[in-house]
């Protein structure tokens, strides 16, 4: 029986109302001042509490998805999980859509003559450190936060150019957990040193102000943040003018996580322009809005242009995507397993779909490291052997 499922959770529900029953029924056979007596009730209470306990947390996790089954709760506690390897690209190789020819980057006629004037005080990760700046947005009309980390060599090499991974959090709001959750400062100073990726700057917008589930998408009326335009022209354009990164898209990419994952992905297949890669962790191919704030409907245009497997369908860009998920992921298996299968040419897309696990950082942590080799393969930008 599937931890997510409502039969699994009316089981739950019917258990407590059982046990609580037998409590009231038998308590006073119980309360006898013996040791067994004493027990008995002890016992009850507890079983009693952890029912109660159960009622609560089955539901959430039904909603999320975080465990599927007992095996993923064992894997969880024990640490036990292993790696599997991504599946065979389909549509193009992922090198040759990177390569490919788009046209110019917009950030290609952007001056470049404040580049480091933004006085850098880092906070200190493992490796590194990173800094939350205010980013206003031109376009977009929305200013918000952005927190970039810069590897240590960012400071020692003062005339080098360094590309950019732009990050997308999880929805709620946790920017940090780059570092804390999932040490990706440590994977690329790991993988740099093996030469498997050219370390990068790390460029994560907070999508989600005051907890706002934006998706990343234009709202598109009175009242609603233009976020996507603020995330993939105002913040590219911010980070291009005042530090030391390319223009070419060949070394900008995206990565996320749940709904970052889907911004990832979108942020990248609608802008080829500017960036060549996306890399999702757990992500989705089309809006998954939470109400209140739905901007717009699903039969509406703004809808059908955000919905990935039909611009694949229809108009591929030429990207390439990386993309993790699991068959129990009710959020992300459904539409990116479709992505995967509508994939064809310019469009690349590397897949990993593993048969346990549900919707939870522990399940993408150990596919950090496999994504960004991936990303160091795929995109020249970020080749060590550039």
């Known amino acids: 029986m599937s931890l997510t499922s409502p039969l699994f959770t009316w089981f739950v529900r019917v258990a407590l109302v059982v046990v609580l029953l037998w409590v009231v029924v038998r308590w006073g056979a119980a309360a006898r001042t013996t040791v067994l007596g004493v027990l008995k009730r002890v016992l009850s209470l507890v079983v009693v509490m952890v029912l109660a306990v159960l009622n609560v947390l089955v539901p959430i996790n039904a909603e999320y998805g975080w465990y599927s089954s007992w095996s993923d709760v064992w894997s969880d506690l024990t640490g036990n999980s292993a790696v599997v390897p991504a599946g065979q690209t389909r549509g193009l190789g992922p090198g040759e859509s990177t390569r490919a020819h788009v046209g110019q980057s917009p950030l290609a006629t952007l ?36 927190t970039v980390w810069f590897p240590p060599e960012y400071r020692r090499q003062s005339s080098a150019t360094f590309p950019v991974l732009e990050i997308f959090h999880g929805y709620l709001p946790a920017p940090l957990a780059t570092f804390r959750v999932f040490h990706m400062d440590q994977v690329l100073h790991r993988l ?59 070394a900008w990419a995206t990565m996320g996580y749940s709904a970052g994952g889907w911004c990832s992905l979108m942020a990248t297949m609608l802008h080829p322009t500017t ?25 509406t245009p703004a809808w059908q242009r955000y919905d990935l497997v ?36 310019p469009f690349s897309v590397t897949p990993t779909v593993l048969t346990t696990g549900a919707h939870r950082a522990e399940v993408w942590e150990p596919y950090i490291e496999p994504s960004l080799a991936w990303l160091g393969h795929a995109s020249p930008g970020f080749s060590s052997t550039r």
Request: hydrophobic residues 35%.
């Open 310 to 345: 039909r611009l694949v369908q229809h108009k591929p860009p030429a990207v390439a995507a990386w993309t993790l998920t699991s068959a129990p992921d009710k959020l992300s298996a459904p539409s990116t397993t479709a992505l995967t299968q509508a994939a064809r040419p």
């Open 192 to 250: 740099s040193e093996k030469g498997r990726i050219r370390l990068p700057i790390l460029v994560i917008p907070h999508w989600a102000p005051d907890r706002l589930d934006t998706e990343c998408v234009d709202g598109g009326r009175p009242g609603t943040p233009a976020m996507e335009t603020w995330l993939t022209q105002d913040v590219p354009a911010w980070i291009y003018e005042n530090f030391r990164v390319p223009a070419s898209r060949e």
């Open 275 to 299: 960036y060549s890669a996306a890399i999702s962790l757990g992500g989705y191919a089309r809006p998954d809005f939470d109400p209140p704030y739905v901007p717009f409907g699903k039969d």
């Open 111 to 146: 001056p470049t003559s404040a580049r480091d004037r933004v006085p850098l005080q880092l906070t200190n990760t493992a490796v590194g450190g990173y800094q939350t700046f205010e980013v206003p947005g031109p376009k977009s009309k929305y200013t918000g936060q952005v």
